[in-house]
């Protein structure tokens, strides 16, 4: 047995000659085994390779109009591919096979309704639960998961986003660069940068990207000064670019676009930096704006009697983690985040509308539906730019958004309703609660932050944050990673400057107090704890979470690990040490008939499978 091993390796490793190992790591996954053509390129076998001269030139230069992507080689191992190209054979026919090529997909209706084993949307679905039906790994075999693969960006900061796999091809990304890698192991096709912009303040400044959306044949990336760019989805060219606002006064973006009534809706970032907030919506083919939302009116517009003041002009409320779409409603339900100054609201008396808040918009016309504002006159930092999650259950069309600022909230999407809202976190010093009638929260004095500094809880970072949450259709439960802690918070006078943050103030420890993360389980029927899963480690880890019909939970650890627990009863199953500060959040997809689960772990991205 062991001899025919020997034998068979042996055969397997003379047969791969290096031009060939450079064909099937370049070219197969295109053009199929030996060239005889594939899904997404056509047979090349019968092209007079032997007799050509332009081959080098070509496969460097790709063929970016008609879906092949430059592949830089240098000139040993180009060398090396030509003469294997030169000794492909036909098939034995004398003709290549017809292949259909596809590099479409996915359509509208997809998007809406994703394909088996695809993640064609940043959460997967675009009702924004990273609920996933695939139950291959599950709470029988999870102990049997093993890394599969990883891919490194180089130079990459602490990656944010999360991949997308539609169609045989995933899609990653770090700030202002996209790659188009293979699912099943990790291999790059294509790859686009292009360099970070210089002289920025803010999250886009520090290096986030949050990831794409995709429609059809195209792929949609914000860059770091707020521009939406549009790339071919088997090139990575570049198709249309449009600028969305001017990074000097502040703007930025970091968020993955989403599709919704058949436009590329972008957010954008500069929250902490006095952008005044806006959600855009683009045409897909061409980048034409459709429309924008203010997300602070200006005056005289409905809301802007909530800001007396000033500050309005750089009032922020900006839209930067990705909403989610509601097709039987025709609805786009996005999340915004603090009014600026942060900590200091007397240039802005009054709830600061539509700051905290979810908007209820028509995504074709951008007109506002309804609004639910969180937190009214925030002085915290407590953007509401946490899932904004659709659930349609026990007969109720429901939203359902744990807060930064320690509620958990049901509301009726139908009407932007509050159903109810309850503190998910222990430590919750602002509010006594939400009042049921008004839906605004009963407040309490003590805890606005003064010049000397006032201990409030939640803490800045929030009782949870961007991560993303799940809700699980079999248990009922809704997961989220919580933080249990304070923070010290102080204002400070505040004067807007392009180029620097505008916080109106400060935030410091609370000495001698550390905070605490748990995973969490809550019974949506009644917005009570059903588990709960504390976790030793730094309590500044921002991991998301991923649940299964494989009745598993998918975490990021905050003591570094890639972690499982089992969705009913929250007992951990399995762990992988991957000593990471988690900034990301996992997701899951299908190559053939192989479960995987990937997430970015640093500045890479890892997908774990059964051994
Ligand atoms: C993402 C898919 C993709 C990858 C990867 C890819 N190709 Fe292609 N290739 C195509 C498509 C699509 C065409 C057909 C273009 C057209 O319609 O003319 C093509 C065409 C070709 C042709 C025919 C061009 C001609 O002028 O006759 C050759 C030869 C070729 N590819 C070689 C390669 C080699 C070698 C590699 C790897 C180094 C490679 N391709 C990688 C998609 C791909």
Redesign the pocket.
Known sequence: MLAILVILFAAASWAQSPGEA??SR??????GAN?RGGE???A?TD?N?RQ?T??AD??RK??PD????P?A?ADAPMGD??AY?KSLEPTASGRAPATE?R?NGPSLEQIVKPPEGSWPTYHGNVSGNRHSPLNQINEQNAGRLAPAWLYSIPGAPRLQMTPIVFDGVMYVTAPNEAY?IRPDNGRE??RFRRPRTKGMAGDAASGINRGVAILEHRLFIATDNAHLLALDR??GRLLWEAEMADHRENYGATSAPLIAGGLVIAGMSGGDEGARGFLDAYDPSTGKRAWRFWTVPAPGEPGSETWKGDDWKHGCAATWLTGSYDPSLELILWPTGNPCPDYNGDGRLGDNLYANSVIALDPKSGKLRWHYQFTPHDLWDWDSTETMMSVDHGGKKLLVHADRNGFFYVLDRTSGKLVYAKPFVKRLTWASGIDPKSGRPIRKPEAVPTPEGTKACPAVEGATNWFSTAFHPGTGLYYVQSLEKCTIYSKRPAEWKPGESHYGGDTKRVPNERGRKYLRAIDLATGELRWELEQDGPANTWGGVLSTEGGLVFFGHDNGDFAAADARSGKLLWSFPANQGWKSSPMTYLVGSRQYVATAAGSNIIAFALK
């Open positions: 450079l064909f370049h070219c197969s996954f295109c053009h060239g997404r390129g056509p090349i092209r390779l050509r332009d081959l070509l496969v790709g063929i008609k879906g092949m992507p592949i080689l591919l030509v190209m090529i590099i188009a096709i294509w088997a090139t």
